[in-house]
């Protein structure tokens, strides 16, 4: 079973950044052998797809809303996955959650894809 942590949220001001972490861990896993997404999820509002990382081959996916804004990173030996956040919005405020897909195939945003899911860390975003 494996099990995510997200961690890094809070309150920022617009235009401020923020780093959130999520941590896997579990008993006898290999981060990669997962790709990992990040969704966030308003208040009365649908969960949106924000980012991703493939295992297979590195390859990131973006969400118009944050590209270029948002980085997303994996550090496999820390089995950690980063997201890195600038330019902050009061839009971009929400729960955050990672997930993790165990797949060889390249990530998506997809929700139903992925088994594994952390249980969120709020980003406020507000002046």
């Known amino acids: 079973q494996l099990q995510l942590v997200e961690s890094g949220g809070g309150l920022v001001q617009p235009g401020g950044s923020l780093k959130l972490s999520c941590a896997a861990s579990g008993f006898t896993f290999d981060l990669d052998d997962y790709a990992i997404g990040w969704f966030r999820q308003a208040p009365g509002k649908e969960r949106e797809g924000v980012s991703c990382?493939?295992?297979?081959?590195?390859?990131?996916y973006y969400a118009d809303s944050v590209k270029g804004r948002f980085a997303i990173s994996r550090d496999n030996a820390k089995n950690t996955v980063y997201l890195q956040m600038n330019i902050l919005k009061p839009e971009d405020t929400a729960v955050y959650y990672c997930a993790a897909d165990r797949t060889r195939r390249r990530c998506t945003v997809l929700s139903a894809r992925y088994e594994y899911w952390g249980q969120g860390t709020q980003v406020t975003v507000s002046s």
């Open positions: 990382i493939s295992n297979s081959d590195g390859s990131t």
